[in-house]
């Protein structure tokens, strides 16, 4: 059943191998999928920032699709090891910012349902695909 709605969403949003890998617990969509499933389901998103320090940021996303409106968020905090962080760039308000949108695209259109995660949520998703 849940293969059969991922075939249905992958057909639904035209992603490709190049949009989609396995991780060993996990279906991740990569940014590339991401941007064609909002663009295809016409999901704005307004973004506030909660927090935003040299390493830590926090972001509030507001999604809407037609009628349908949630909010989510996104946090970034740099480290230099995923002991102590989970994301390796300074660029941490742009972190929390895509993985604020990953997470309100996923939603609005019933992947995280499935369990399918965005790759920008956490860049050891990433690291151990490697």
Known sequence: MKRELLKQKYE????????????QHY???TRSGI?????????????????????????????IKETNT????????????????????????EMAEKRAMSRAVLKLTGFYELGVFGEDEAEDFKKSNN
């Open 12 to 23: 639904k949003y035209k992603l490709t191998a190049d949009d989609v890998f396995k991780h």
């Open 27 to 29: 279906i991740i969509i």
């Open 35 to 63: 941007e064609k499933i909002q663009a295809l389901e016409n999901i704005h998103i307004n973004y506030d920032v909660i927090k935003c320090e040299t390493n830590f940021a926090a972001v509030k996303a507001t999604a």
């Open 70 to 93: 949630i909010q989510t968020f996104g946090s970034a905090l740099k480290g230099n090891s995923f002991k102590d962080g989970n994301t390796n760039t300074w660029y941490a308000l």
